[in-house]
C-alpha cells in the first residue's frame, strides 16, 4: 500500500504532557521521508492551534500550526456551520471559551437566555455550574458536546476529560447530547480528509484510542495503528468490537507500517 496522509493523534500517541514519546522525533522524521502529509487531531479542545505548535516544540516536535486541529477548532467550525446566530451557554474552560467568542460566536452568561449548550471540559466544574447547566437544558436546546474522552493521559496519569462533564450533564438533564464533536464524530472525520486532500484509502490514522482514533480511520476506510503508549491495554483491546489494522508499541515503530 502506497500512504499519502497521515492523521496523528496528540496526547498517549506523540508526547505525554510536554514530554515527548521516545521516538516520537524519529517517527515523524520516518513519515515525512516517506511523503506523508500529516494532520495532529486531537481530542482535547482547550488549545488553539498555536499553543499546540508552542507545545510540540516544547517537546523537541517542529509542527506547524495550520497542520494542527483540535475538537475545539471542529466544534467552533461546527457552531458558525450551524448555531451561527443562536445565544450559546457553555459549561468549558477559558482556553475554548476564548476560541468561540474569538470566532465572533454569541456567548450568554444567563442559562435562561441559551438557545444552545455547549459542554467540554471544565477543571473549574462545580455544583453551581452543573445547576446551571440544568437549567439551560431545560427547554429542550440543541445540547452540543465537544468531544467524548472521558479520560487524558498526562505526565501523572489520566485524568478526566471533556467526556466526563458531557456525562454529568446529560445524566441530570436526563438526555443525551444531540452531538459530540471531535474524534470520531463524522463532521471531525470531514474536515480531516479535506484537510489532507488525499483519498481516505491511502491515509494511516495513528492513535491511542479505539472509540475515537481507530473508530474515526475505521469508518473513514483509513488504515488504522493503535498505539500502546496511551489508554488502551490489552484487555480493553481484545473486547472492543473496534480492532485496528496494525498494533504497535510505539509510534517509533511506524516504519514497520510504512514498509507493508
Do not use: W
Not at 107 to 117: K, S, T
Amino acid at each position: 500500500m502506497t500512504y499519502r496522509g497521515v492523521v496523528l493523534d496528540v496526547d498517549g500517541t506523540v508526547v505525554r504532557g510536554d514530554t515527548p514519546i521516545p521516538g516520537a522525533r524519529e517517527a515523524l522524521d520516518a513519515l515525512d521521508d516517506a511523503g506523508l502529509r500529516r494532520l495532529f487531531l486531537s481530542n482535547n479542545p482547550t488549545k488553539a492551534p498555536a499553543a499546540y505548535v508552542e507545545r510540540l516544540d516544547r517537546a523537541g516536535l517542529d509542527v506547524d500550526a495550520d497542520e494542527v486541529m483540535t475538537s475545539g477548532t471542529v466544534t467552533v467550525s461546527y457552531l458558525r456551520e450551524h448555531h451561527a446566530d443562536d445565544a450559546l451557554f457553555l459549561v468549558a474552560e477559558s482556553g475554548f471559551h476564548e476560541q468561540v467568542v474569538d470566532a465572533g460566536l454569541n456567548v450568554v452568561a444567563d442559562p435562561d437566555a441559551a438557545e444552545a449548550v455547549v459542554v467540554s471540559i471544565d477543571r473549574e466544574f462545580s455544583y453551581d455550574r452543573l445547576t446551571a447547566a440544568l437549567y439551560a437544558l431545560d427547554d429542550g436546546v440543541p445540547f452540543v458536546g465537544t468531544d467524548p474522552d472521558v479520560t487524558i493521559p498526562t505526565d501523572e496519569g489520566l485524568v478526566p476529560g471533556s467526556g466526563a462533564i458531557i456525562r454529568a450533564v446529560a445524566g441530570v438533564a436526563e438526555r443525551d447530547p444531540d452531538r459530540v464533536l471531535g474524534k470520531p464524530d463524522a463532521y471531525a472525520r470531514s474536515l480531516a480528509l479535506d484537510y489532507l486532500g488525499i483519498p481516505a484509502e491511502h491515509c494511516l490514522v495513528v492513535g491511542d484510542r479505539l472509540n475515537t482514533d481507530i473508530a474515526l480511520g475505521a469508518r473513514a476506510g483509513m488504515t488504522t495503528v493503535l498505539v500502546r503508549t496511551g489508554v488502551t491495554d490489552e484487555r480493553t483491546l481484545n473486547d472492543s468490537d473496534v480492532q485496528p489494522d496494525y498494533v504497535l508499541d510505539s509510534v517509533a515503530d511506524i516504519g514497520t507500517v510504512l514498509e507493508n
